[in-house]
């Protein structure tokens, strides 16, 4: 089945401490990108990737980094968490290009920091 | 830059009458125009998308949308409502700036669905 997994769905931690959301993708696409989502603001676009080792930064970029090594993996890293971006966490990706355009959402991941 | 409008915050209608979301963009050229469904604790579903052509475009789940180049409108309807239609919709505009194909998205509509 084509999807796009996220990892962990549901995550506490605390101020400060480290911490990776996971996003895998078996359609072979180019194109990722993390949003988050906030109640009265939609999605926000955090940081996105166009191929293998290209990444750039989106909307809301401060406090999270990212990587693409591998097409088929793209983790959001939160060195050093704070309590303001708790929130809904979704990872997409899109074959890209025209007609194709057009993201597949991962089911999210809700993390709070306290 | 693009945005995108969703007037209405909350809508609650009964179900089997007719549904029509509004949503309003900015962008400076021909837009690539996108719904999304978003089910409690669920990820995004893509509903429909338009990108040329045809102004009425037809969706997954009975749903269609109309593109207004002249009202910088693409709205959502359905004909009938069924219970299950309850969700939050997400209107999107897609810009392919420079590489990044970004959605800008709107802030969003919950729908009610009343017996």
């Known amino acids: 089945e084509a999807q796009v997994t996220q990892n962990p769905r549901y995550l506490i931690t605390v101020t400060g401490k480290k911490l990776t959301v996971t996003c895998s993708q078996n359609?072979?696409?180019?194109?990722m990108s993390w949003y988050r989502q906030d109640p009265g603001l939609g999605l926000r676009q955090i940081y996105y990737?166009?191929?293998?080792?290209?990444?750039d930064k989106g909307d809301v970029p401060e406090g999270y980094k990212v990587s693409r090594k591998e097409k088929r993996n793209f983790p959001l890293i939160l060195e050093s968490p704070s309590p303001n971006q708790t929130s809904l966490y979704f990872c997409?990706?899109?074959?890209?290009?025209?007609?194709?355009?057009?993201?597949?959402f991962g089911s999210g991941t809700r993390l709070t920091v306290v | 830059a693009q945005s995108v409008t969703q007037p209405d915050i909350h809508i609650t209608v009964s179900e089997g009458a007719s549904l029509e979301l509004r949503c309003n963009y900015s962008?400076?050229?021909?837009?690539?125009l996108f719904w999304y469904v978003q089910s409690p604790g669920q990820g995004l579903q893509l509903l429909l998308k338009?990108?040329?052509?045809?102004?009425l475009v037809q969706g997954i789940k009975g749903f269609e949308a109309e593109f207004k180049r002249s009202q910088s409108s693409f709205n959502l309807r359905k004909p009938s409502v069924h219970w299950s239609d309850a969700a939050e919709y997400f209107c999107?505009?897609?810009?392919?700036?420079?590489?990044?194909?970004?959605?800008?998205f709107g802030t969003g509509t919950r729908l009610t669905i009343i017996p």
């Open positions: 997409a990706s899109s074959l890209g290009g025209g007609a194709n355009y057009g993201y597949t």
């Open positions: 990737s166009m191929n293998v080792e290209v990444t």
């Open positions: 338009y990108f040329s052509g045809d102004t």
């Open positions: 962008y400076g050229a021909t837009p690539y």
């Open positions: 359609m072979n696409h180019e194109y």
């Open positions: 999107a505009v897609g810009a392919a700036n420079f590489g990044n194909e970004k959605l800008t």
